[in-house]
Structures are given as structure tokens and as C-alpha cells.
């Protein structure tokens, strides 16, 4: 997390994170977040780590733009963007496929605001669209769906000792891992059905990544090979993307 003041306020989007070296930034907050604009920028930020794309992407929104107008409104100060950028951020739609979510939420926090003229439709955001700031009830509703609370304590994973699992897409499996001596562990799925596979060390009470893996559509399965240490403790997080014929997977250690 960096906080340049010249480079504007930014984050990648979720698991893109995972392959920005771990002392590059990821995410940045370019002006003062201790006012209102502040937190609901902090929130924005925050939502694009998690995953959350910008709502006026959203591919049931409906919005048609005066093209010309955002051009050249986001190619202005502040933000000084180019073209690419401009579309990218603004005008893109984001294919259906490639979303869940809500039909379009005006007050999202990962929506952004927009003064008169640069929308078409709906006629209604002529003169503008001004979110109301902070967090939209339909955006805490969608983060917890993704987000779901854990099930306390995990079941742990033995090494050499397979776990079968019977998920659907989109589901997710976690156990703990307390190897009894340091050394390089291999950890893997089994089976037809996509994984993405995540490690973490418990440090402090909060989670740190460690490594992960995703075979998704590859003609293989998740594995990782890190370094356990005795004494540490460890999740494991297995989330099927693809459930295959039967949703049937496995795991495993050694």
C-alpha cells in the first residue's frame, strides 16, 4: 500500500494482486483520505482489491455515454488519461460472462461520480450522477456472498493423508496444516474439476499469503511447493471454479 501523492489513488483488482511482486505496491491512496471523499475513495480502492470492478462497467447498466464528452472530461484535470485509459476505466463494458453480481446500483461504492453532460442514458443522469458515498446496502450484501463467514476451527490436513471433497463451483474448502518438521511440502488437488489452490501462514491472528495456484482450464490439477516450518501454523483454501462431472475433488500434503 503506497500513498504517492502524485500518482493518484488506485488498486489492481483481486486476484491480479497475486502476481505483483510482494514489495511492489499494489495499491495507492494519492490525496487526504480523512475527510468524506477520503473514506469513500479508501472504501473504492479497497473494493478493487476484493475483486470488485467499477459499477458503471457494469454490463446491465444500460448507460449510453457522449463518448467525445468523457474523452475529453477524463483527459483533463486531474486525472489526465489518455484514451485507453479513459475506456478502460469508463466506458468499457465488462462481458456478462465474466460477472456476478447486481443489475446496476447508482449509489455502489465502486461507482464513480459524473458531472452533467457525459451521460445519455438514462435521461435521468443528465445533470450528472452523484453517488451517495460509502457503502450501498446491495454492496455489503455482495461482499459477504463472496466473502462468506468461516466455519471455525478448520478440520486439519494430515500429510500423506487424502481428503476428499465434494464442492460446487464456487465453493470453498479449508483446513489447517501444523507440519510436525520444516522442510519443502507439496500440496495438491486430485481430479477433474478446476481449483484454484491458496496457502497462508497465521501470523498474529491475521492471514498471510504464502503461495497459490489456479488450474483453471488447463488440463492439469493446482499444486504448490513451499518451505512449512515446525511450530507455525497454516490454511490451506481450496475453491472449485468448475465442478466437473461429479464436483469431486481431492487433497492432499506430504
Not at 117 to 133: E, F, R, S, T
Not at 136 to 159: G, H, I, N
Not at 172 to 178: I, R, V
Not at 227 to 250: D, E, N, P
Request: proline residues 5%.
Amino acid at each position: 500500500m503506497g500513498f504517492d501523492q502524485a500518482d493518484g489513488s488506485w488498486s489492481y483488482v483481486g486476484r491480479d494482486i497475486l502476481g505483483i511482486g510482494t514489495a511492489e505496491t499494489t495499491m495507492n491512496f494519492g490525496w487526504d483520505l480523512t475527510d468524506d471523499y477520503g473514506h469513500t475513495t479508501a472504501l473504492h480502492e479497497i473494493g478493487h482489491t476484493l475483486g470488485l470492478p467499477h459499477e458503471h462497467q457494469n454490463p446491465f447498466a444500460g448507460i449510453v455515454w457522449d463518448e467525445q464528452k468523457v474523452y475529453d472530461y477524463f483527459g483533463g484535470d486531474p486525472n489526465n488519461w489518455s484514451r485507453d485509459q479513459t475506456c478502460q476505466n469508463v466506458l468499457r463494458k465488462i462481458d456478462a460472462g465474466e460477472v456476478e453480481g447486481s443489475n446496476w446500483n447508482p449509489d455502489s461504492i465502486m461507482e464513480y461520480w459524473f458531472p452533467a453532460g457525459l451521460i445519455v442514458q438514462p435521461a435521468k443522469y443528465h445533470d450528472g450522477l452523484n453517488p451517495a458515498g460509502g457503502l450501498s446496502e446491495t454492496d455489503k450484501q455482495w461482499v459477504k456472498r463472496f466473502y462468506p463467514a468461516l466455519p471455525a476451527p478448520f478440520p486439519t490436513l494430515e500429510p500423506f493423508q487424502t481428503r476428499t471433497l465434494s464442492l460446487k463451483s464456487g465453493e470453498q474448502a479449508d483446513f489447517k496444516l501444523e507440519p510436525s518438521a520444516s522442510r519443502t511440502y507439496q500440496i495438491g488437488t486430485f481430479g477433474t474439476a478446476d481449483a484454484i489452490l491458496v496457502l497462508f501462514e497465521e501470523v498474529n491472528g491475521e492471514q498471510r499469503y504464502v503461495a497459490g495456484d489456479d488450474d483453471s482450464g488447463q488440463d492439469r490439477n493446482t499444486n504448490i511447493s513451499a518451505k512449512l516450518f515446525q511450530g507455525r501454523h497454516y490454511v490451506i483454501r481450496v475453491r472449485l471454479t468448475w465442478a466437473g462431472g461429479s464436483g469431486q475433488t481431492a487433497i492432499m500434503y506430504w
